[in-house]
């Protein structure tokens, strides 16, 4: 099967109203021209999950200054004051989760789990609504999976199977993310012929990968 599609086919998958991850960390990792592509369509009502929403002019910021997005799921949003504006006027729901918690969250969807157990946010507003459990006399919050109908990658190295290779702190969120998502697609920095990439540098298996975008071009 050939997963090599033009960034106009990728985004195709993508309809109004759909939930969708999208992996790096302040812009680091984002697939920026899958999300250049995101904006010039103008696809509404996205629930965004990711660690953070950047910086108005950078990656996911520009989904929310052109206000597409109707819920964010992320770690933080201090770099992005437009997220906080449409937060406080109630325009788009902000939902703040742990970091490590959050990632915690799309592993657990992309293993399988049914959810994962942490201490983090006993006693604060964080466990209004969420079950608590007791092991061996402390207490933990169940915390449920995270999974998207689809997630936008970034990949430093990727083959024609959709094996990839992170360079550095590019790896981020989208390790991850790569798992949890019914529809998985990749930005390619470099894309190169199966064989060329060294097996021991894979990080994402291309089983995980639906479509590949071009991102050298």
């Known amino acids: ?9 990728a985004i195709d998958q993508i309809k109004d109203g759909m939930t969708i991850m999208i992996g790096g960390f302040l812009g680091v990792g ?27 002019e950078v990656g996911i910021g520009k989904l929310i200054v ?4 109707k819920k964010v799921i992320a770690s933080h949003i201090g770099t992005n004051p437009e997220t906080g504006n449409q ?12 970091q490590g918690t959050l990632i ?17 946010g006993i006693g604060t507003i964080v466990e209004e609504g969420k079950t608590k459990i007791e092991i061996d006399g402390k ?15 970034f990949g430093s190295i990727v083959d024609k199977k959709g094996n990839i290779y992170y360079n550095k ?27 060329e990439l060294d097996p ?8 995980f990968v639906d479509y590949i975008v071009r991102g050298d071009q």
């Open 66 to 69: 052109n206000k597409q997005v």
């Open 30 to 56: 984002n697939p920026h021209k899958l999300i250049d592509a995101l904006v010039e369509k103008g696809i509404k009502d996205l629930t965004i999950i990711a660690n953070d929403t950047a910086f108005p």
């Open 200 to 207: 021991h540098q894979v990080m994402t298996p291309g089983l």
């Open 104 to 120: 915690e969250q799309i592993r657990a969807a992309g293993a399988g789990l049914g959810g994962v157990l942490t201490p983090t």
């Open 1 to 9: 099967m050939n997963k090599i599609v033009s960034i106009e086919q």
């Open 169 to 195: 702190s590019t790896r981020n969120f989208n390790l991850f993310s790569a798992t949890a998502a019914e529809t998985v697609i990749v930005e390619a920095e470099k894309l190169v012929e199966i064989g």
């Open 139 to 153: 207490d933990y919050l169940l915390e449920k999976p995270l999974k998207a109908d689809v997630a936008l990658i």
């Open 87 to 98: 937060m406080n006027s109630g325009e788009t729901e902000v939902v703040l989760v742990p």
